[in-house]
């Protein structure tokens, strides 16, 4: 069946520019992560989703992120006002519902974000 | 919350050698990923595990719960097994949730 799929691939904007990045869970899967790796660091959590529990905002590195879940299905992450420290890999994964033994995550191919 | 460590950094190896990769965390789990991101970005899960071992192929995960340690081996290695290796658990313990990342280990394999 189809993996996660993220949109747009590549997205190069400008300094202060808003960008949506979009991503399409596995259907069936209730939990949705964010991730982000920055050139040359390792992957870092941003936001979680799981069924429609109030979503772990915790890993937002500041209120100009913001993300959200229509349901459980598709996801928008929204970064207002771009940096060029928000150039970034951004991942999205997906994991089956909370109370299986563990939870595998499947990740999509990610969004590479260069702002300019 | 967890702390993932990672050894080594970096690695490079012959074709045909024996790899191992190390992972140590600090916060019982009950799930540990070993992810592998190839050159051009893309992650691919490659194990998920909660005890003893697991073999895909050429490669094999193991863990320790009690000494809250994996490791990673690929027998017979080949240039295209080079990628970095990423070792993930649980942020807060347990099986779910957010995932905490190692730092990668970058694997070259030489021809």
């Known amino acids: 069946g189809a993996g996660v799929s993220q949109s747009p691939s590549n997205k190069v904007t400008e300094k202060g520019k808003d960008v949506e990045l979009r991503c399409d869970p596995i259907s069936g899967h209730t939990a949705l992560y964010w991730y982000r790796q920055r050139l040359g660091q390792g992957l870092e959590f941003l936001i979680y989703f799981q069924g429609n529990s109030a979503p772990d905002k915790s890993g937002l590195p500041s209120d100009r992120f913001s993300a959200e879940r229509t349901g459980e299905s598709v996801s928008t992450l929204t970064i207002q006002r771009t940096q060029q420290e928000d150039s970034a890999v951004y991942l999205c994964?997906?994991?089956?519902?909370?109370?299986?033994?563990?939870?595998?995550?499947?990740f999509g191919p990610g969004t590479r974000l260069t702002v300019t | 919350k967890n702390e993932v460590e990672q050894s080594p950094q970096n690695l490079t190896a012959q074709e045909g050698e024996f790899i191992t990769i190390n992972c140590s965390y600090s916060?019982?789990?009950?799930?540990l990923h070993w992810l592998q991101q190839h050159p051009g970005g893309g992650i691919v899960s490659l194990f998920m595990l909660s005890s003893g071992k697991k073999k895909h192929g050429r490669l094999i995960a193991t863990i320790n719960i009690q000494e809250k340690h994996s490791s990673l081996h690929i027998t017979a290695s080949h240039p295209r097994d080079s990628a970095v290796y990423i070792c993930a658990v649980p942020h807060y313990g347990g099986s779910q949730g957010n995932l905490i990342f190692g730092k990668g280990t970058k694997l070259s394999v030489k021809p």
């Open positions: 916060v019982g789990i009950s799930a």
């Open positions: 994964a997906s994991s089956l519902a909370v109370g299986v033994p563990a939870n595998e995550q499947y």
